[in-house]
């Protein structure tokens, strides 16, 4: 089988960002190694702090962002970052050429109960005619990407990532502490029976989202004349890798709950990667209205609707 390292490789992609994925993956392997220890690390409950969007952190929020952080500004083609954890962005070196967007921990409300978490990272270009202190260089929309991936910590820690034209999916050999491909090129079913939203957010959506729904869940006796299954995991990760497995469509819409904030996911750092990894593998990845990788991002922390998944389902969802 083949490890990360000869797969990088075996590709035609430039050697320095094959060496920066390979880092983005090794600080990983560090975290899941943290993430397995748990309790027995110290690393479980509430850092007693809270990011710039007003969440509460957890510990190992704090300590992931900061295992993270420290490699990349320390890696010389690093320009900048940009973390779901950090208020504003962080340079890094004048010379480099690359950006990392990252979402350190996702899933945060699954950590104290030993559930499937994960770390979110895009790879953009450095663009050259701005300061690598200047948040522009971050508002570049998905389609830029060069390279994005998760690594999600469940019973196996496995990364998932893209370089390109297609998404791979490597598991972790704790023996040997390499990644090792376990899937060269992911394939989303395009049609599906499963569906994965908060539904207890329904009363906030809009009526067009309720009547998707409503009409998943009438099933075989509805206007789809099949059934529908549904799954929530409260960790993106977890949801999207199910989705990549045996597809399905997520969801989380916008909603109406609180007007300053229409949505929940990030575009940065959740949405965009995703996005690109969905794509990849045959799937679709929209807001409500656009594919998500098309979007021109407005702000660092910018919120986005988010529905992936299953091709022909994102269509009926879209119709709908
Ligand atoms: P965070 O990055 O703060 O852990 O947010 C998690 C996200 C995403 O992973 C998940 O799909 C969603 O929030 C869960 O939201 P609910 O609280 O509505 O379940």
């Given at each position: 089988m083949k490890t990360l390292h000869d797969y990088l490789r075996s590709t035609k992609i430039e050697s320095s960002l094959i060496e920066l994925v390979e880092l983005l993956a090794e600080t990983g392997n560090k975290i899941s190694h943290?993430?397995?220890?748990?309790?027995?690390?110290?690393?479980?409950?509430?850092?007693?702090?809270?990011?710039?969007?007003?969440?509460?952190?957890?510990?190992?929020?704090?300590?992931?962002?900061?295992?993270?952080?420290?490699?990349?500004?320390?890696?010389?083609?690093?320009?900048a970052i940009a973390s779901e954890e950090e208020d504003s962005i962080v340079p890094a070196n004048s010379t480099g050429k690359f950006l990392v967007a990252f979402d350190p921990l996702d899933g945060s409300s699954n950590i104290d109960i030993n559930g499937q978490i994960g770390s979110i990272f895009t790879i953009y270009p450095r663009l050259a005619d701005l300061a690598v202190d200047n948040e522009a260089q971050f508002l570049q929309p998905g389609r830029q990407q060069l390279a994005a991936g998760y690594i999600l910590y469940g019973p196996s820690?496995?990364?998932?990532?893209?370089?390109?034209?297609?998404?791979?999916?490597?598991?972790?050999?704790?023996?040997?502490?390499?990644?090792?491909?376990?899937?060269?090129?992911?394939?989303?079913?395009?049609?599906?029976?499963?569906?994965?939203?908060?539904?207890?957010?329904?009363?906030?959506?809009?009526?067009?989202?309720?009547?998707?729904?409503?009409?998943?869940?009438?099933?075989?006796?509805?206007?789809r004349g099949k059934n529908f299954n549904m799954r929530w995991n409260g960790a993106m990760v977890g949801d999207v890798h199910r989705v990549m497995m045996r597809g399905g469509i997520f969801l989380y819409p916008s909603d109406n709950r609180n007007p300053k904030q229409p949505a929940k996911l990030r575009l940065l750092y959740e949405a965009n990667p995703i996005a690109m990894l969905v794509e990849n593998a045959g799937g679709k990845a929209l807001n409500e209205s656009q594919s998500i990788l098309t979007i021109q991002p407005k702000a660092l922390h910018e919120r986005v609707a988010v529905i992936l998944g299953s091709a022909n389902e994102v269509d009926s969802c879209m119709s709908a």
């Open positions: 943290l993430v397995r220890q748990g309790a027995l690390a110290n690393i479980l409950g509430a850092a007693d702090s809270q990011n710039i969007q007003g969440e509460d952190q957890k510990k190992l929020d704090v300590i992931a962002n900061q295992m993270i952080k420290d490699t990349l500004i320390n890696f010389s083609t690093v320009a820690t496995q990364l998932v990532m893209s370089l390109g034209k297609t998404t791979q999916c490597f598991t972790l050999d704790e023996s040997k502490s390499t990644f090792v491909l376990t899937n060269e090129q992911m394939q989303i079913a395009k049609d599906t029976q499963e569906f994965s939203i908060n539904m207890s957010n329904q009363r906030f959506w809009s009526e067009k989202m309720r009547h998707y729904i409503g009409e998943l869940i009438l099933g075989a006796s509805g206007s």
